[in-house]
């Protein structure tokens, strides 16, 4: 659809922007989505590498930016001193597309002086590009998560009330590691109890039937101590819950997940119609989810 097609004229004939339009899946397109979905939804602290697309960003613009979960006071995007941009994953949205909330941030800070926040951004519409079209989607999307939030100094000195901002803020993160051997996969552990978060990268129609017909056979658990507590729906994804002995540590459950995750590829390929104990598992699993957002 054209750009001129989604404009409207009101009554006294002036021009008015359609909003942005309800995306369901906000981060399809882009390198790593359930990664993208984590970043938005679920990681407290964390960074990626951004390679921008020449040909859709101003001239002279830098060739990389970096995500960031979150950035001080909330902030929506950051240009440093030295012209380095960070975007904020986490800020909120102002409307029904993600994607456009961070292509309005990249572009509010691309156009910002050098050391200046950017602390609001004006309200996406329907002719906000999105951030498929400003980023190099052939590039890796490669997520770093952070004990806490020091990057945001990147080592500088920091005293007084700055460094005691910083320690409040990484008092409050949420301790989380990414397993290594199944990718979109964190484990964190909130107060007292652990658990294993793991973003499928399939529709999340797709992924609750898969998932379904795991558990109506019991095979969803990753074992009889750590059991499947129910799903997040995320950015259109779908992302299953488990939880685990509490003192557990991260290498505990690579063998585990893994084995998960192959059963999941193997219900997924299944194109037989639900058996009536699979549909009474689906009911279930969806009475469970969370939609985040």
């Excluded at 109506?216 to 799903?231: I, N, Q, T």
């Amino acid at each position: 659809m054209g750009k001129a097609s989604r404009r409207k004229k009101d009554t006294q004939g002036k021009t008015k922007v359609a909003p942005a339009p309800y995306t369901a899946r906000p981060f399809a397109g882009l390198p790593g989505e359930p990664d993208w979905v984590a970043a938005y939804e679920i990681l407290p602290a964390a960074t990626a590498t951004l390679r921008l697309n020449p040909d859709a960003v101003p001239a002279g613009s830098a060739e990389t930016v970096t995500l960031a979960t979150v950035l001080p006071m909330a902030w929506p995007a950051l240009r440093r001193d030295d012209g380095r941009i960070l975007i904020a994953s986490q800020a909120g949205s102002s409307g029904g597309d993600p994607s456009r909330d961070l292509a309005q941030a990249l572009l509010s800070a691309l156009a910002a002086e050098p050391g200046a926040p950017v602390t609001q951004l004006p309200r996406t519409t329907a002719e906000t590009p999105r951030l498929q079209e400003l980023i190099d989607t052939e590039a890796d999307f490669e997520v770093t998560v952070h004990e806490g939030f020091d990057f945001w100094v990147e080592g500088q000195e920091v005293s007084g009330e700055a460094a005691e901002s910083l320690e409040r803020a990484n008092e409050s993160v949420i301790p989380t590691v990414a397993m290594a051997e199944t990718p979109f996969t964190y484990w964190c552990r909130i107060g007292e109890r652990t658990y294993i978060r793991h973003v499928l990268p399939e529709d999340e129609d797709s992924a609750t039937t898969a998932l379904a017909r795991l558990h109506a056979k019991g095979d969803s658990h990753l074992d009889g101590d750590r059991r499947l507590l129910g799903a997040f729906r995320a950015g259109g994804l779908l992302v299953p819950v488990w939880e685990v002995p509490a003192d557990s540590e991260p290498a505990d459950h690579e063998g585990a997940v893994a084995a998960f995750a192959s059963r999941y590829a193997s219900a997924l390929a299944a194109t037989e119609d639900l058996t009536a104990d699979e549909r009474r598992a689906r009911a279930g699993l969806l009475s469970r989810q969370v939609t985040l957002r």
